[in-house]
């Protein structure tokens, strides 16, 4: 049962952290995004005529709204939602996240929320009697990125076990570095360089987990140090909109960015992922190389989403 599950819906599929992937689970899913990509391929599949999915995004978004709804769409189901729901829902008139969650089970099948606050998806599922996909709580989580970045990292490698995976820039407040760890603990030998500014470091309970699962780990300040051995560069944007003062922002803004220079110093066989949106961080030169996978990661979006999909309606 997922954390934060009533008894009274014990037996539905949420996808609310990336802590509750195992690896056969993994596996599964992947092969799964594998066979979608045929789907997707052909145009689609009439699979679920009669789903319904809500899309309730209180945040901005524009890869993980439009791939799960193009995910729905080629899957043959039906879309209703809103974006800005902080402006466009009852939220507006005071109404709990609790009782919209009530009401949108109602009126659909599965439930795809971003949310500003930590928590906020587990709350959601705790009152939905249909499935809930987390797509993005605050600074928390947000698995379903970390599947697709795995997802890209497996596709591309061809495994991942053993891979030096570098995660570069905003580490507390980027959601996607901490479910990219979790999920990594699935992993024999893989090795983490958290690479940050000193103001936005890794969060202690993420290396707690790293060090439970028994998954090595190094935190540096020195992007060029380990530019020639690891095999994946992980980029992420310095999430401006969460920092508690302009001051604090310019301390994080601009230190670690991916540019030619660096690119020449890169392994032949090396990746490049971002979650995007990016904002400066990676220079536009680094988009025609072959090692620049951050646009096929987000097309590997829709593949999972789909997947994921489907295994919320088994
Ligand atoms: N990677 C990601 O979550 O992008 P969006 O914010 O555009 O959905």
């Keep these: 049962m997922n954390e934060g599950e009533t008894e009274s819906v014990k037996s539905l599929y949420h996808v609310l ?16 995004a594998k066979a979608m990509e045929v789907v997707a391929g052909e145009g689609g599949t009439q699979r679920f005529p009669n789903k319904i999915m ?7 978004s524009t890869r993980t709204r439009f791939s799960f709804e193009s995910a ?13 729901a902080s402006q466009f829902s009852s939220a507006i008139k005071g109404e709990t996240l609790e009782d919209m969650i009530r009401i949108i089970a109602g009126y659909s099948d599965l439930i795809v929320m971003r949310h500003t ?4 998806a587990k709350r959601a599922a705790a009152v939905s009697t249909v499935p809930v996909i987390n797509a993005g709580d605050g600074s928390g989580e947000h698995p379903t990125q970390a599947l697709l970045d795995l997802y890209t990292i497996e596709k591309e490698f061809g495994g991942i076990d053993g891979a030096h995976i ?7 407040y980027g ?12 992993y024999r030998n893989v090795h983490i360089s958290f690479i940050s500014p000193e103001n936005v470091r890794i969060p202690s309970y993420v290396k707690q987990y790293l060090e439970e699962k028994g998954i090595s780990y190094e935190e540096t300040l020195d992007l060029e140090g380990i530019a020639k051995t690891a095999d994946v560069f992980y980029q992420t944007r310095i999430q401006k909109e969460r ?10 803004e601009g230190k670690y960015i991916i540019d030619r220079n660096l690119l020449n110093t890169m392994k032949d066989k090396a990746m490049i992922l971002h979650p995007l949106p990016r904002a400066g961080e990676i220079h536009p030169d680094v988009d025609q190389d072959p090692r620049a996978a951050y646009f096929r990661q987000a097309v590997n979006g829709l593949y999972i989403r789909m997947a994921l999909i489907e295994k919320c309606f088994e």
């Design 17 to 32: 952290g990336a802590k509750q992937f195992d690896r056969e689970e993994l596996e599964q899913l992947f092969s799964s």
């Design 54 to 60: 809500s899309t309730l995004f209180f945040e901005a």
């Design 72 to 84: 729905m769409h080629r899957l043959g189901g039906r879309v209703i939602g809103t974006e800005n």
């Design 117 to 120: 606050d930590i928590g906020a």
């Design 166 to 172: 570098a995660m570069i820039g905003d580490l507390t």
């Design 175 to 186: 959601r996607t570095v901490h479910s990219l760890s979790y999920l990594l603990a699935n």
């Design 243 to 252: 920092f508690p003062s302009p001051e604090e922002y310019a301390k994080a």
